[in-house]
């Protein structure tokens, strides 16, 4: 927790309020010495009004230069934190004209350090939140004490299954702007019950979520990933015991690997078959897989072999959907067949042609 006030920020305070009244200003510790001044010649000096007030917390005014010995008219305010002296505000001149100004630099003083304290605590909770979700995913439960406390603080039911949550990035996403894309994740956490999340540098966000909610959670997920087209892709990994959730987290890698070039994708774990094996290919591999089956095939005929395994191979249905004639159709997948040497109607064949479009998406 921050207790006290620096000496840069307290000459920050000094210099603003001195700017503003024209009146010198010193910042005093509780020893009494001014380490902070408008005067530079007083820094590290003693201040015996200072160490009074510091010593009673009371403000003490000097109505007349020489009242007390060696000092000059002015007024010394203490400056309060959680009900303790932590510094003194003094500032020379007429009481009647400088104590607004005292008051003004010990209210700055105290907003300043509410907002340090702020601050701290949320480090402090995403430090904690990392540790967490860290601790899960690299099966280290070494530091059980720390464990116990985030699990704690979080409110996790280690009795219950998780998912773990994988938010990738775009490349080309200007990191600059992390903050503005932190605030809607939040606001996404902040829908999905029983769930925490935390930023891990430097492209993505790794988050958990309660498995009794996720049927539920999922309308709020998909409306993100929609709402955040080429920015972000997502997965999710399969449901896991809190402390086996590095095995969700390893599902939700595999998941996002499926993912081939389509962001603002959602892709779930569970829902994954063939591409639970595609997604561990070397790239080279799939290359070279894609020039072998697909290179002498058009975009057209390319889009006529997606739609047709779409619609489960049926003429009909394909016909309808390309607004085309049913002998238009088989007479594009005999062409197909005669430039490639792979009939799209064989079973065999097909399921060449379909991995090649799963690969390719």
Known sequence: MANTISKQLAQQIVDTIHD?????????????IIYASSDPERIESYHEIGRQVAITGETIEVEYDGDYPGTNKGINIPVYHHKRVIAVVGISGNPTDVRRYAHLAERISNILLHEQELNSRHRTIDEKKQYLLRSIINKDFENQDYLQECIREFKIDTGHSYRMIKIALNSRYNLRNIAMLEQDIEALFST???SLYTYAYPNHFMGIIHEDTFS???YNLKSFSESHKDIVKMAIGKSSPFYKCSESWETAETALDSIKGTPGSLVVFDELTLEILLAGLPQNKVNEYL??????LTDEDLKLLQI?????MSLQSTAQKMFLH??????RLNRITSN???NPRNFKDAFIFYLAILLKA
């Not at 049913?326 to 007479?331: A, G, L």
């Open 340 to 342: 490639t040497g792979y």
């Open 308 to 312: 047709y395994y779409e619609v489960n």
């Open 216 to 218: 539920s959670d999922n």
């Open 192 to 194: 999905l019950k029983n």
């Open 20 to 32: 503003v009244c024209g009146y010198n200003i010193n910042f005093i510790n509780t020893q009494g």
């Open 326 to 331: 049913k002998n238009t159709i088989q007479q």
């Open 291 to 296: 020039s072998k089956v697909l290179s002498k």
